[in-house]
C-alpha cells in the first residue's frame, strides 16, 4: 500500500544522503538523479545535486546545479542546469529554481551521488 504524502520542512543543510532512509524508493530516486547528474556534466563539465527543503520528504525535488571558474580571477561561480520533481523526476518550470528558500544550503557532487547508490545497492543484495 502506498504510504500518503507528508508534507514536511526537512533541515535547511540536508542532502540526499541525509534523507535517504525517509525515502520510497531510495535506489530509483538516487539511480535517476544520477542521470540527471550525468547529463549535466557531459553538457557542463561538472554537476550537484541540491535537494528541497519544503514539500514531499519521501521524494523531494532536487535541483542540478554545475560550477564553472572564471580563469584570471579564479573565482567560482554556482548556475542551475535544472529542478526537477522528486515523484516523476520531470523537469519542473524555471520559477522552481528562482525561490531559493525551496533549496538545501548543502550539495552533493556526481561522485558522492555515485557512492551512495553504491552503498544502497550493496544493502539491498
Known sequence: MARRAVLVK???D?????VVENLDHPI???????????RCRRAHGDAQVRIG?????ECPNYLIEYITEDLKSGQKSIH???AYSGSTHRE????HI?????????EMNITAVSALIGRLRSRAS
Open 53 to 57: 527543503v519544503l514539500g514531499r520528504a
Open 14 to 18: 540536508a542532502t540526499i544522503a541525509d
Open 28 to 38: 530509483e530516486y538516487v539511480r535517476r538523479i544520477l542521470e540527471k547528474l550525468e
Open 80 to 82: 542551475p542546469d535544472a
Open 98 to 106: 528562482e525561490e531559493a528558500r525551496n533549496w538545501s544550503s548543502e
Open 92 to 95: 519542473l518550470a524555471p520559477k
Open 10 to 12: 526537512t533541515p535547511g
